[in-house]
């Protein structure tokens, strides 16, 4: 989609809110939208990164002052990993703005152009994180109404970020009106219709279907004829345009886009379950077939005999070590990759990792944080006990590991906190990835355990080596 023309500032009123927020230096414009410029600037109090969004006034998609400031409480309101935080927000001369939270990367829009369609586990991974967002917002009562890529910004850590809550409402005590972005919406929206969370679960299904297939479900040149088309149901199945997608993902996709929304999944919080069974389950299903298919590899014969046996034996050495190889090999796959019985139950959410041999290092954290032992001790615990959940990670010294584990925790100012955590190659001493979320410090535990469930399955996807001696 074309990007929106650069809205101007006016330039004494910004030179006012320059010289206001002197504190905060401007170092660069990072994006722009209708109605808003956002810069990147430098914190010198608190030495940090922050994005400055200044709202351009008399444009026509401009909020109004109520709006901005409404913004900024529905951001202060959702305090998740995924949401970005706010920091400040204010009026110079006319200019309205919002201090939020900086995270370096692209929106998703940009991502979607140059490489839709994507692959499906890659699709389900950063919805789940999207519908996660969505469903915090929802706990809190606000239904975000401009879902789409373009407010999905994915960071260079691969994470998701929900963004730009300005037409955010809260269903209860709403007025329907033509906010939104028509493409996105759902039906109900389009025809003005009083909202719920069902709207947003309609959005999100869109922004999956472009992910998976590059296009769009249903393309008009108006909200009127994107809702005749909606209630006519003429969008084309997932499953037409890409027939090798499991039909596990064209049924979530189907249900989500649903144009009843009686008929549609019912909550944020059950999409992000189906998508979270669905991947594990794919992860599972791709690690067993690649490793069947390292097991049915030809063996190379050139030189699997010893020098010095005669021409008349080597046939037979041949033909006993094939017969000796198939054995093995019967055994082993019908030991190890038996396929399960059929049930009635949901499929296995356990990884099929293979002894992969990891040791924790002690929690990094401020020397001045004041009652941390207690603190801390449960960190450690809930840490080893979710590995120790999944099937197939080990705990060994550091001198008998693969990997090793480094959390470290960092208070934010007011009551904030910041965990992280990295891989790193013991035998290299090389960072393989890390992860770091940010959020309340009462909810580090939930923090370090979604944290955790992102390293297991990247974890899973790297292959066993040996100890360092």
């Known amino acids: 989609m074309p990007q929106s023309p650069r ?40 030495d940090r990164q922050l994005a400055l969004k200044v709202i351009v006034p008399g444009g026509v998609k401009t909020p109004s002052p109520g709006r901005v400031l409404e913004e900024a409480r529905n951001l202060a309101k959702v305090n998740h990993p995924a949401i970005l935080h706010v920091y400040g927000a204010g009026e110079v001369s006319g200019l309205h703005y919002i201090l939020l939270q900086y995270v370096r990367g692209q929106t998703l829009d940009r991502y979607i152009e140059e490489n839709a369609p994507l692959p499906c586990l890659q699709s389900l991974h950063w919805i789940e994180q999207a519908a996660d967002a969505l469903n915090a917002a929802h706990q809190h ?104 997608l499991p039909k596990s993902v064209c049924s979530l996709v189907s249900r989500m886009l649903c144009a009843a929304p009686s008929k549609r999944i019912s909550t944020m919080q059950r999409v992000q379950e189906e998508i979270r069974a669905i991947r594990l389950h794919l992860e599972s299903a791709h690690s067993s077939q690649k490793s069947i298919h390292n097991l049915a590899q030809p063996v190379s014969l050139s030189k699997t005999y010893p020098r010095g046996v005669t021409r008349p034996y080597r046939l037979l050495w041949i033909a006993s070590f094939l ?43 401020p020397t001045d944080w004041i009652d941390r032992e207690k603190l801390l001790e449960k960190l450690e615990s809930g840490l080893r006990e979710q590995f120790v959940r999944e099937r197939g990670f080990l705990f060994r010294s550091e001198d008998k590991a693969f990997y090793r584990i480094e959390p470290s925790v960092s208070m934010l100012p007011p009551h904030s906190a910041q965990i992280t955590l990295l891989v790193r190659r013991i035998s290299t001493g090389a960072i393989l990835f890390g992860e770091s979320l940010v959020g309340k410090r009462e909810e580090l535990s939930r923090m370090l355990h979604n944290l955790s469930e992102m390293l297991i399955h990247r974890l899973a996807q790297i292959r066993p080596e040996k100890p360092s001696p």
């Open 7 to 46: 809205p101007s500032l006016p330039t004494q009123a910004f030179e006012n809110l320059r010289l206001r927020l002197a504190r905060f230096r401007i170092r660069e414009e990072i994006a722009h939208g209708g109605s808003s410029v956002i810069f990147r600037v430098y914190d010198e109090d608190l």
């Open 141 to 244: 009562d606000l239904i975000h109404r401009d879902v789409k890529p373009s407010n999905l910004l994915l960071s260079d850590c691969g994470l998701i970020y929900l963004m730009d809550f300005g037409i955010a409402v809260d269903p209860s005590d709403s007025t329907p009106d033509a906010a939104g972005t028509y493409l996105y919406s759902s039906p109900e929206q389009n025809r003005l219709l009083r909202l719920d969370v069902r709207s947003d679960i309609y959005s999100l299904g869109v922004v999956l279907y472009q992910l998976l297939t590059g296009t769009l479900p249903l393309v008009a040149r108006s909200a009127q004829e994107m809702s005749q088309r909606q209630s006519n149901g003429s969008s084309l199945p997932i499953e037409e345009l890409r027939p090798q």
């Open 323 to 365: 017969i000796l190889t198939i054995l093995v090999s019967k055994l082993w796959v019908g030991n190890v990759f038996t396929p399960p019985k059929a049930s009635s139950s949901p499929p296995s959410l356990e990884m099929n990792v293979s002894n992969v041999l990891v040791s924790i290092a002690p929690i990094q954290h």
